[in-house]
T-cell receptor, first 114, second 112 residues
Framework: EAGVAQSPRYKIIEKRQSVAFWCNPI?????LYWYQQILGQGPKLLIQ????????DSQLPKDRFSAERLKGVDSTLKIQPAKLEDSAVYLC????????????FGEGSRLTVL | KNQVEQSPQSLIILEGKNCTLQ??????????LRWYKQDTGRGPVSLTI?????NTKSNGRYTATLDADTKQSSLHITASQLSDSASYIC???????????FGAGTRLFVKA
């Protein structure tokens, strides 16, 4: 089966600019996650979708971050305006009930904010 | 508070040696525990997953153990290879399906 696809792999922007990341989960996976991983740390959940609906966005900085999942398939994560501390890898993952909610990750999108 | 703590933070071993990584958790209600391997610049990849009733699970040279009573897990790597150099992340799932709590990971360096 095809894996989780993410783009772009790398992005460099200046602070106060905006950026968007795209994710296409594994076909049939109803649950989609966006994680932020700062260098040397474990992934931190930003937002979790179940089909179209948001299950958990408690750690999403809503003043600057937004995410949507149209039609319950692919998803976009946007940051506007970016801050220096947003420099991180943004990982998308998907899961499926019958696989015991095992997380399948994409390769990530590395963001550098200058 | 639901937490997952891993130790050591980093580890350096010689190629061919064995090593054991630790994971302690306070997640409740417990559903499952997973170990992921994350190569530099890549997304995490699942190594093992264990539910409450399982106390050991192997994947090649990787063997994970789970003690649900003490809420501890370990990942044992046998005959390490240079390609084992990576971060190993312990992830605990809560009952109810969706919720997972990540550890900070152990960074393993295997030297020739």
């Amino acid at each position: 089966e095809a894996g989780v696809a993410q783009s772009p792999r790398y992005k460099i922007i200046e602070k106060r600019q905006s950026v968007a990341f795209w994710c296409n989960p594994i076909s049939g996976h109803a649950t989609l996650y966006w994680y932020q991983q700062i260098l040397g740390q474990g992934p931190k959940l930003l937002i979790q979708f179940q089909n179209n609906g948001v299950v958990d966005d408690s750690q999403l900085p809503k003043d600057r971050f937004s995410a949507e999942r149209l039609k319950g398939v692919d998803s976009t994560l946007k940051i506007q305006p970016a801050k220096l501390e947003d420099s991180a890898v943004y990982l998308c993952a998907s899961s499926f009930r019958d696989r015991n909610w095992e997380l399948f990750f994409g390769e990530g999108s590395r963001l550098t904010v200058l | 508070k639901n937490q997952v703590e891993q130790s050591p933070q980093s580890l350096i071993i010689l190629e061919g040696k064995n090593c054991t990584l630790q994971c302690n958790y306070t997640v409740s209600p417990f559903s499952n525990l997973r170990w992921y391997k994350q190569d530099t610049g890549r997304g995490p990849v699942s190594l093992t997953i264990m539910t409450f009733s399982e106390n050991t699970k192997s994947n090649g040279r990787y063997t994970a153990t789970l003690d649900a009573d003490t809420k501890q897990s370990s990942l044992h790597i046998t005959a390490s290879q240079l390609s084992d150099s990576a971060s190993y992340i312990c992830v605990v799932g809560r009952t109810g399906g969706f919720k997972t709590i990540f550890g900070a990971g152990t960074r393993l360096f295997v030297k020739a």
